[in-house]
């Protein structure tokens, strides 16, 4: 089993900018991808941005290019996700979800693994 805690929402003004991250812990060798999924209410869970441990190699949903930034520690147990330029569509529940292999990153019924959320605010 694999724990994820995540932290660092809260509030932005349009323009702003805020950091999450997500510390996993257990058995963490049973993770192979590790990606940010948002929700806002009345919406379905959508994937962000995504990164394959292994390689570092990372994914991004097109509304959030250039704008996030999605990284990992060297222990490749800490996730992290810069957002600058942030937009009132922003505005979610952020989850924290990994998983071993396999499967399109943003299809949250692939994964094993998820955090309780943290939520972002962002106004206008």
């Known amino acids: 089993q694999v724990q994820l805690t995540e932290s660092g929402g809260g509030t932005a003004q349009t323009g702003g900018s805020l950091r999450l991250s997500c510390v996993a812990s257990g058995d963490v060798n049973d993770i192979g991808r590790m990606t940010w999924f948002r929700q806002a209410l009345g919406k379905e869970r959508e994937g962000v941005a995504s990164?394959?441990?292994?390689?570092?190699?990372?994914e991004y949903d097109d509304s959030v290019k250039g704008r996030f930034t999605i990284s990992q520690d060297n222990t490749k147990t800490a996730l992290h996700l810069e957002m600058n330029n942030l937009y009132p569509d922003d505005t979610a529940m952020y989850f924290c979800?990994?998983?071993?292999?396999?499967?399109?990153?943003?299809?949250?019924?692939?994964?094993?693994?998820w955090g309780q959320g943290t939520q972002v605010t962002v106004s206008s």
């Open positions: 990164i394959f441990t292994h390689s570092g190699v990372t």
């Open positions: 979800a990994a998983r071993p292999f396999g499967g399109d990153w943003f299809r949250p019924e692939t994964y094993n693994y």
